[in-house]
């Protein structure tokens, strides 16, 4: 090449660096001798939502149900994005009164892409869990869990491991390692280990691929997400959970503050399930701060034995 740069490319061909200030940057931070695995702290920044950078209110697109309720044409499903009518208090109602009625699906359409750095490696894989696909029952399928709750996937783009070489990787200290300052210097340690491992193993010509066996879970990842908006307010209601890992709920927690910025009719009463719905679906493994569904059912069962011993001409029901 004329250039004095060769780009690195990815197997599929794809070019990854794209100015020699990008590559040298690069080189620098991976062959730096100085250098030593860090410990990081989480950021996350949202990068896109509806009607970002505009005037736009991104809660009107949420108006566009209307079209089930009411004959309107494309030009007035277009004047209810753009326009001043109605106002923002009466798109806030309406919001509002589709999440308190379960009418879940219209927030589908409302997308956003947010990205996420100092994380481990070990949180990552529980987003993973959240990648799904529409669900389409059919006729004689059996679905467990009834009733089948499903909407359009989460779709996440992570640093591999395999082509970034982890020379001078960061790394998430659990808060609770700083109680045991002893143990966090081992844990130190560890790291540095881990690091000069990675250089050798480089150094031997070892296929990255296979030096990232030495990498521990603690090793930080960087990952980009995008989902709709009923999806994210079902993650939020797991993760933001007291019961959920603590790297994982501190995520979640810095997301909702910020998503309640953007939006917060949208995520109007987001976070934990039992901030969202009012009772814990957890069951027996319940942290207690709020009434599980089958103490609720209990109460509601009660009830409905005492209203019917009440009824004119009725005793007390048979066992």
């Not at 996350?44 to 736009?56: A, D, H, Q, R, S």
């Not at 696909?133 to 359009?152: A, I, L, R």
């Not at 995520?251 to 969202?276: H, M, V, W």
């Amino acid at each position: 090449m004329s250039e004095r740069y060769q780009a690195k490319r990815d197997p599929s061909g794809e070019q990854l660096s794209s100015s020699p200030e990008h590559s040298s940057r690069r080189a620098s931070q991976d062959n730096s001798p100085g250098e030593r695995p860090r410990e990081v702290e989480l950021e996350v920044k949202i990068l896109y939502y509806p009607f970002m950078g505009t005037n736009i209110d991104t809660e009107r697109l949420l108006l566009l149900p209307k079209i089930c309720y009411v004959p309107l044409d494309i030009g007035e499903l277009e004047r209810m994005l753009i326009a001043d009518k109605p106002s923002k208090e009466e798109v806030g109602r309406f919001i509002r009164s589709l999440i308190n009625s379960g009418h879940l699906g219209a927030l589908e359409h409302w997308y956003t892409t947010f990205a996420v750095q100092g994380y481990s490696r070990i949180s990552s894989q529980q987003n993973d869990r959240h990648r799904l696909m529409k669900v389409f029952k059919d006729s004689g399928v059996v679905f467990y869990n009834e009733p089948v709750q499903s909407s359009p996937d989460v779709s996440q783009l992570q640093q591999s491991q395999r082509y970034v070489r982890e020379q001078n990787f960061g790394y998430v200290v659990p808060p609770s390692f700083r109680a045991h300052p002893d143990f966090l210097e081992r844990f130190r340690k560890l790291q540095e280990e881990v690091r000069q491992i990675q250089r050798e193993g480089h150094s031997r010509g070892i296929p990255a691929e296979d030096v990232r066996f030495a990498l521990t879970n603690a090793t930080e990842t960087r990952f980009v997400i995008t989902v709709n908006a009923r999806q994210l307010r079902h993650m939020f209601n797991l993760r933001c959970c007291q019961r959920a890992q603590w790297e994982i709920r501190e995520l979640f927690t810095k997301l909702l503050y910020e998503y309640k910025k953007i939006a917060p009719n949208i995520f109007y009463r987001a976070g934990a399930s039992c901030e969202d719905f009012g009772y814990c679906p957890e069951g027996k493994m319940s942290c207690g701060r709020a009434p599980t569904i089958e103490v609720l059912r209990e109460a509601y069962e009660e009830r409905r034995r005492s209203s019917r011993k009440d009824e004119p001409g009725r005793g007390e029901e048979p066992r």
